[in-house]
């Protein structure tokens, strides 16, 4: 079946500007995400959503930063005024439940995104 | 909240076998311990996953002493399409939940 896909595969931004990443999780998922990863580094843990809920955001970067979920399903990571420092990869998965990580979490291909 | 330490880089030859050891020593008693592998461009892969003594699949084994405070990554003889980054994650579920990916370990096998 379809695996979790991301949108876009790349992005290039001004600095300054709004940037808006999708993530479609696999069907029937009902946890869902969100990592960065700069260039070279290991993941880092930005949020995650139990259907459309996202119980601790405590993990976004700055207020910059915001991200939802609706139907259960399509998330969106928003990343407003962006900066140079928000360069990095953009990866989102999905799991089929939220239990203390014992399921298995499916990785999409991730987001590229380059502000200059 | 949990974390992890790996180290950060290993050598290998084909045909051997490889270890990888993780640390958690604030690992919650409903935690599972993960591991990941994860090639250059592109999202980490699922490899195998355990919560307590041994656990083995078709490509690994996962080694998690009693007080589980570590767990050790088995490769049984690499080949050169193994290297790769290996990360072990905890997951927490305190009153938070945030997925903790070690900094990874890169594993280099040589011919």
């Known amino acids: 079946g379809a695996g979790v896909s991301q949108s876009p595969s790349n992005k290039v931004t001004e600095k300054g500007k709004d940037v808006e990443l999708r993530c479609d999780p696999i069907s029937g998922h009902t946890a869902l995400y969100w990592y960065r990863q700069s260039l070279g580094q290991g993941l880092e843990f930005l949020i995650y959503?139990?259907?459309?809920?996202?119980?601790?955001k405590s993990g976004l970067p700055s207020d910059r930063f915001s991200a939802e979920r609706t139907g259960g399903s399509v998330s969106t990571l928003t990343i407003q005024r962006t900066q140079q420092e928000d360069s990095a990869v953009y990866l989102c998965?999905?799991?089929?439940?939220?239990?203390?990580?014992?399921?298995?979490?499916?990785f999409g291909p991730g987001t590229r995104l380059t502000v200059t | 909240l949990a974390k992890t330490t790996q180290p950060v880089s290993m050598d290998s030859y084909e045909g051997q076998e490889v270890n990888i050891t993780c640390s958690h020593n604030n690992i919650a008693t409903n935690d599972y311990i993960t591991w990941y592998q994860q090639f250059p461009s592109q999202g980490p892969r699922f490899i195998i996953q355990g919560y307590k003594t041994k656990v083995t699949n078709e490509v690994a084994s996962l080694f998690i002493p009693a007080d589980r405070k570590s767990s050790t990554l088995s490769l049984p003889r690499v080949s050169l399409s193994d290297t790769a980054v290996y990360y072990c994650l905890v997951g927490d579920i305190g009153n938070f939940n945030k997925f903790y990916f070690g900094s990874g370990t890169k594993l280099n096998v040589k011919p």
């Open positions: 998965a999905s799991s089929l439940r939220l239990a203390g990580g014992e399921d298995e979490q499916y």
């Open positions: 959503f139990q259907g459309n809920s996202a119980p601790d």
